[in-house]
């Protein structure tokens, strides 16, 4: 992949020819580590309703990747300095992903250094007061791919999205399960039990 093939995006701003090209010149620097992406799609936002805000405008970056996609985003009120920070994070991430490239190619397996503890079950769940509650759902996504992943590689990609929490297929149980990043640290994984119907 080459920087001309990067797909830049002005969503709620004017598009300008200094920012487009101060994204290139940043991303460029670390050409070396996304150059076997099969895209790399940069989105520059400005949230018009929060105007005054410190969060006005934001940057997303997603790099696909042959084997995972990496995925950064920044907020915060100067466009020049969040791209800055979110060149920086992404490669950091790439970095991460092709340290771990045996593991992403099946040579070496997988493994959960501190989740191979035991896990824990979790109580009865108390009778929820706000019964007549109605939420809204604000967004909903479809996971495209649900390929089976080793617990290990689901942290992996977790953390090379930027996200919190991951649905997947285990790959040892055939179970949807989701591992999260846990506020005490480390990680968590939930797992439907073994119940007959």
């Known amino acids: 992949m080459t920087q001309e093939e990067i797909l830049i995006s002005f969503i709620g701003m004017e598009p300008t020819e200094p920012l487009k090209k101060y994204v290139i010149e940043k991303l460029g620097k670390y050409k070396h580590q996304w150059s076997e992406a099969t895209s790399l799609e940069v989105s520059l936002k400005q949230n018009i309703n929060r105007r005054g805000v410190k969060n006005d405008f934001r940057i997303d970056i997603t790099v696909k990747l042959p084997k995972s996609t990496v995925r950064v985003e920044v907020s915060g009120e100067n466009m020049y300095a969040n791209i800055d920070e979110a060149s920086d994070t992404m490669a950091r991430r790439l970095k991460r992903y092709s340290e771990r ?11 959960v250094l501190e989740a191979d503890a035991q896990l824990k079950e979790v109580g009865k769940i108390e009778e929820d007061p706000y019964s007549d509650y109605v939420p ?33 297929r285990s790959k040892d149980t055939g179970k949807i399960s989701m591992i999260y990043r846990r506020v005490q640290g480390g990680y968590g994984l ?6 007959k119907i």
């Open 101 to 111: 490239m045996t593991y992403w190619e099946g040579v070496t397996p997988w493994k």
């Open 136 to 168: 809204t759902i604000a967004v909903r996504k479809k996971i495209e791919d649900m390929s089976p992943l080793e617990e290990g590689e689901a942290i992996e990609r977790m953390e090379l999205l930027g996200y919190d929490q991951l649905l997947f």
């Open 190 to 195: 939930v797992e439907p039990a073994d119940t």
